[in-house]
């Protein structure tokens, strides 16, 4: 036997049922909690020396602490029904056993652990008052997205130009998806009045389009707003090209790095931008924020994968046909309405030598291109001259550093 390892162990169950078992004691009144500091304490080293003596007397030793915590149970149910005490200690004696196979693991998950029941109020409050049903709906169906969803798809390509993958495509969709619940979290903790460059920002992500249209709106409607309304749509717009950096990153990393310093001249311009209008904006008056109970639009990510599904199978069709010339024409005419689908179009052509890699990322640029016009033409129909003309500015100055920052780098 190795004793300095079995010391080692024993040392981490100890700590483990000292920190567990501190932590359920200090969360009660005294004489209320039936198993707090010594308890713990007992049962972590009651589970690391019955696992050192073998699997046999540890087993021995669930059992019966599975016995004792089933009848002080029934004892205490009808007072307190809650079962985290009696699951916690059962989960010392399981770590502590643990801890002398994998010191370091064990008390890892015992740290988890002792959080997990320290928090119990923040969490109850979070989950029953915080927490609509919607968002709650909204987390269930991101979570079987990613977890039950995406590992049953074929990794491997579908169609006869080896261009549409279902595993690749759910995952751009599980990420449109979790940016959404990620904005829609940030945006209920600083709320629409306060942190209105965030919430400009993380509505972006839902659809910059529809956050143009509906600034553009409230610029409509109370025209001493239209800065502070422009400030709000540029960091929308910003948060839109970022979300089209990841989606161009999963599809293609070679391009990515081609496409780098315009792709950061254009953002760095739009929090530039952004900034000026809103610090020469009217904040005096309330800004109400277009928001939806939802924490992302199901309908909307659906959409953009389906989108993103046909303009694939077509631009891989059209590079048959006409080769990545193409794709290319494809790519930036869907850029006008939809970029993140653009973004997986253009990666597809041939990046295996410079020239195709140098036209590709001028193809990148050019969807930009699209997208901006398409937004300042909304901004004109939705806000009037006066919204128009701050978009035009701004979203101007962005493309304009993304063409000169690509002229030089390449």
């Not at 979790?178 to 839902?206: C, D, K, N, S």
Request: overall charge neutral; glycine content about 8%.
């Amino acid at each position: 036997m190795n004793w300095d390892a079995t010391l080692i162990g024993l040392l981490t169950a100890l700590g483990i049922g000292l920190l567990i078992g501190t932590v359920r004691e200090r969360l009660h009144r005294p004489g209320v909690v039936k198993a707090g500091v010594r308890t713990h304490a007992v049962v972590a080293i009651l589970g690391a020396i019955s696992f050192s003596l073998g699997i046999g007397v540890f087993i021995s030793a669930l059992l019966t602490t599975g016995f004792m915590i089933a009848i002080a149970y029934r004892q205490s149910a009808p007072e307190d029904p809650g079962m985290t005490g009696e699951f916690t200690l059962f989960l010392t004696l399981v770590l502590s056993g643990f801890a002398i196979q994998n010191p370091a693991l064990a008390a890892a998950i015992g740290v988890v652990v002792a959080c997990l029941v320290f928090i119990k109020k923040p969490l109850r409050k979070f989950s029953q008052e915080v927490l609509t049903e919607k968002e709650l709906e909204d987390a269930l169906m991101l979570c079987a997205s990613a977890l039950v969803v995406l590992p049953l798809l074929p990794t491997q390509a579908i169609d006869r130009w080896n261009a549409l993958q279902p595993y690749g495509m759910w995952k751009i969709l599980i990420l449109i998806m979790g940016v959404g619940m990620a904005g829609h979290i940030l945006m209920r903790i600083f709320g629409p009045q306060r942190g209105l460059p965030l919430a400009g920002f993380f509505t972006g992500f839902i659809s910059s389009t529809a956050a143009v249209a509906a600034f553009g709106r409230t610029a409509h409607e109370k025209p001493e707003r239209a800065l502070l309304a422009s400030a709000a749509a540029m960091f929308s717009v910003l948060s839109s090209l970022l979300l089209f950096t990841l989606v161009l990153a999963m599809s293609s990393e070679q391009l990515v790095r081609s496409v780098a310093w315009p792709l950061f001249a254009a953002g760095i311009t739009l929090i530039s931008v952004g900034i000026y209008f809103l610090r020469h904006a009217d904040i005096t008056h309330d800004f109400e924020l277009p928001t939806s109970h939802h924490a992302f639009k199901p309908s909307h990510a659906l959409l953009i994968a389906a989108t993103i599904s046909a303009v694939t199978l077509c631009a891989a069709w059209l590079r048959e046909l006409f080769g990545d010339s193409g794709i290319l024409a494809t790519s930036i005419i869907v850029g006008f309405t939809e970029i993140h689908a653009a973004a997986v179009s253009i990666s597809q052509m041939g990046l295996t030598e410079h020239p195709q890699l140098t036209l590709a990322s001028w193809g990148v640029v050019a969807i930009l291109g699209a997208s901006v016009t398409s937004k300042i033409t909304l901004a004109y129909l939705s806000g009037g001259k006066k919204y128009g003309q701050h978009m035009t500015i701004g979203l101007g100055l962005a493309i304009t550093a993304a063409v000169v920052s690509m002229y030089f780098a390449h």
